[in-house]
C-alpha cells in the first residue's frame, strides 16, 4: 500500500529552523510536494521534488532521497504565521493524484 | 483571478439523506479533483476528472459516492443514502493537467459536510 508517515507534531521558536521529515512505502511514486494548511484553510503548494536533492523556494526549502523513500521540508527564520499543519503529499507522474501524509502540526512561539 | 470555489461552505443533513457539494475550479484548468479531509488527517483523494472524464475514480469509497463534470469546468460530488461516517470537509482542487512535469494544485476551502 501507500503510506507517507511525519512526525504529529513540531514545535519551535520565533526565528528558528526546522525539519519536518516524511518517510513513504510505497511504488509509483514520481516525487514529493508540500502543503501548508492553516486551521480552517485550504491546503496550499509550498514546493515538490520530482528529482533527488534540494529544492529551494525563498524561506523554504525541501528535500527528496528516492532511495531513501525520505524526504523532508525545511523552514527557516520561522515566523508566527508558520503556525499550522503541513503535509508530504506522494504523486505520481505529472503529480495528478496525492497520496498525502499523515500531517504535521508547528507550533511557533514567540 | 478567481480561484477554487466551494458551495456550499457547510451541509447540515440526516443520515439517509441525499446531498450535492460543488466546485467551480480555476478557469482554464482541465484537471479537477476532489479529496476528503477528515479531522487531524491529510485530504484522501477520492476522483480525478481530465476535461469531462473521470480519469481515476479509485478513491472513491463505495458506490453511494458519484462525480460528475458534464461540460469539462463544474463538478459535482453526489452522495446517496449518506453515513455518519461521511460526515468530514470535502475539497476540490484544479490544476493546468496535460503533459507538464508538475501540476500544482489549487484547493477550494471546501465545503464542510455533517450528518446527523
Not at chain 1, 514545535?11 to 513513504?24: K, R
Not at chain 1, 485550504?42 to 523513500?69: H, I, K, V
Request: include cysteine; charge should be negative; glycine fraction near 12%.
Amino acid at each position: 500500500g501507500q503510506s507517507l508517515e511525519q512526525p504529529s507534531e513540531v514545535t519551535a521558536v520565533e526565528g528558528a529552523i526546522v525539519q519536518i521529515n516524511c518517510t513513504y512505502q510505497t511504488s509509483g511514486f514520481y516525487g514529493l510536494s508540500w502543503y501548508q494548511q492553516h486551521d480552517g484553510g485550504a491546503p496550499t503548494f509550498l514546493s515538490y521534488n520530482a528529482l533527488d536533492g534540494l529544492e529551494e523556494t525563498g524561506r523554504f526549502s525541501s528535500f527528496l532521497s528516492r532511495s531513501d523513500s525520505y524526504g523532508y521540508l525545511l523552514l527557516q527564520e520561522l515566523q508566527m504565521k508558520d503556525s499550522a499543519s503541513y503535509f508530504c503529499a506522494g504523486g505520481d507522474t505529472g503529480f495528478q493524484k496525492l497520496v498525502f501524509g499523515t500531517g504535521t502540526r508547528l507550533l511557533v512561539s514567540p | 483571478g478567481a480561484g477554487v470555489s466551494q458551495t456550499p461552505s457547510n451541509k447540515v443533513t440526516e443520515k439517509g439523506k441525499y446531498v450535492e457539494l460543488r466546485c467551480d475550479p480555476i478557469s482554464g484548468h482541465t484537471a479537477l479533483y476532489w479529496y476528503r479531509q477528515s479531522l487531524g488527517q491529510g485530504p484522501e483523494f477520492l476522483i480525478y476528472f481530465q476535461g469531462t472524464g473521470a480519469a481515476d475514480d479509485s478513491g472513491l469509497p463505495n458506490d453511494r459516492f458519484f462525480a460528475v463534470r458534464p461540460e469539462g469546468s463544474v463538478s459535482t460530488l453526489k452522495i446517496q443514502r449518506t453515513e455518519r461516517g461521511d460526515s468530514a470537509v470535502y475539497l476540490c482542487a484544479s490544476s493546468f493537467g496535460g503533459a507538464y512535469l508538475y501540476n500544482e494544485q489549487f484547493f477550494g476551502p471546501g465545503t464542510r459536510l455533517t450528518v446527523l
